[in-house]
């Protein structure tokens, strides 16, 4: 059914409908929004969407969105904000890495700087809604150095780790998003410490959970071997008592012990 549909003129007319402007239709938007989320879930042929322009369309949309909340105070763009976000992840784990940018026609800052608006909104309004922001972010960042350095460059480090008590889900986002920027080397640690970062993950490592632990361990990982500064202030701030809660647990144990090693020799 979707590559008969993708076979038709049908998505560039639908990409035509969600062009943001004075003849947007709200409603009709979100249908065919949804409708092209479907169609891209199905990863029939997602490349194809993106040589029709659907990176470049929803990415104005997007910043469209983050311009309309920062207006009023209606809740529906939700409705709206969700698919199109949906729809930029999954054409983004389609897009070759080097041409995000420019097939979005868009510079990195206003992309990221737009999600974050939109992340701020659904934390007030639709905290259900935060994931969605921050798997897009994931995307972005994950292979991209340039959406890191504009996460960077925007001061946005402060506030992605101030979603970190929302919710597991959200920790997990907000912790491997700062993972992508870590893992690009040092110049991009130099900017995690000194800050507030080293404090969040202390507080992350008394989470129950273990999926955000491990994750949190990776980061600490990554920091450390690019700010091995970073690990004596970690050991001064009680950092391997934090370590020993977790020793005893099958899924964190061999991570743990690593970690500790690693901050015992930095």
């Given at each position: ?92 784990t389609e897009a070759a890495v ?146 020993e809660r977790h020793e005893k ?7 743990v012990h690593a970690l500790q ?6």
């Amino acid at each position: 059914m979707c590559s008969s549909v993708l076979g038709s003129t049908l998505p560039q007319h639908m990409l035509q409908l969600l062009q943001p402007g004075p003849k947007l239709n709200f409603g009709v938007a979100v249908e065919f929004a949804w409708c092209l989320h479907y169609i891209t879930c199905s990863q029939v042929n997602n490349a194809l969407l993106i040589t029709h322009g659907a990176l470049s369309t929803l990415g104005l949309l997007l910043l469209d969105l983050a311009g309309a909340v920062q207006r009023t105070e209606d809740a529906g763009l939700e409705l709206l904000a969700c698919p199109v976000l949906r729809c930029l992840s999954n054409l983004l784990t389609e897009a070759a890495v080097g041409a995000v940018g420019e097939q979005m026609q868009l510079r990195d800052e206003r992309v990221v700087a737009a999600l974050f608006i939109l992340l701020q909104f659904f934390l007030q309004k639709q905290p259900s809604l935060l994931p969605e922001g921050l798997w897009l972010l994931n995307n972005l960042t994950a292979n991209s150095p340039s959406f890191c350095t504009s996460l960077l460059s925007l001061d946005l480090i402060e506030p992605l780790l101030q979603l970190l008590p929302v919710s597991n889900v959200v920790s997990l986002l907000v912790l491997t998003v700062l993972c992508n920027v870590a893992e690009k080397g040092p110049a991009y640690c130099q900017h995690l410490w000194p800050g507030p970062l080293l404090c969040s993950l202390l507080g992350t490592l008394a989470f129950s959970d273990t999926e955000v632990v491990g994750q949190s361990l990776e980061l600490l990982q990554l920091l450390f071997l690019y700010r091995p500064e970073a690990a004596q202030a970690f050991l001064q701030q009680s950092g391997l008592q934090a370590l020993e809660r977790h020793e005893k647990e099958a899924q964190l144990q061999d991570r743990v012990h690593a970690l500790q090693q690693t901050a015992l020799h930095s």
